[in-house]
């Protein structure tokens, strides 16, 4: 497996390029353009490696920049097609966004549940700190109390 070559058009010879040779037929990958067969230079400025060959990736920049276009026009197929992927991608974009928002919301929920639980938790602490600090002051104001029972011996 290498570079795939685009076919020459029926009943189309290829142009030379500013090198002398036959030009051979590329894609567009610009939005405006999408997909219109051109002409380009055949020649790469250096040979690529074996490896980028066999795996028909990273093919090398053309040797000269000779460019003339074969399609006027987007083809009506390619554009749908091309419209489709990026109403696709825009809607992915859409609902990353949204699961990134929702949580995040659900962090700040729990955030806010945990401060509450804090908030009451301090509050109660301080109510029977309170609760104590009162039961202490009548103790030491009415000392018979204990021995009538109203405080458990315990606490003394
Ligand atoms: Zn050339």
């Keep these: 497996m290498g570079y795939t070559r685009e076919p020459i058009p029926d009943g189309l010879t290829p142009p030379m390029c500013f090198c002398g040779d036959p030009c051979k037929v590329e ?14 230079c055949a020649n790469w400025a250096f040979d690529p ?11 090398p920049p053309p040797l000269c920049d000779f460019e003339e276009w074969i399609d006027t026009e987007i083809d009506p197929l390619d554009k749908r097609v091309h419209e489709g992927v990026k109403e696709i991608n825009e809607e992915i974009r859409r ?3 949204l699961r990134r928002k929702e949580v995040e919301a659900q ?12 908030a009451k938790c301090k509050a109660e602490r301080e109510k029977k700190l309170e609760r104590a600090r009162r039961a202490k002051a009548a103790l030491e104001e009415n ?3 204990l021995r009538k029972g109203k405080w458990p011996r315990c606490t003394q």
Excluded: F, N
């Design 27 to 40: 894609r567009s990958a610009e939005d405006d353009t999408w997909r219109q067969r051109y002409w380009m």
């Design 95 to 97: 609902r990353c966004e």
């Design 143 to 145: 000392p018979d109390a």
């Design 49 to 59: 490696l074996e490896r980028a060959v066999q795996i028909g990736k990273l093919e």
């Design 107 to 118: 962090k700040q929920h729990k955030e806010e549940e945990r401060r509450r639980k804090a």
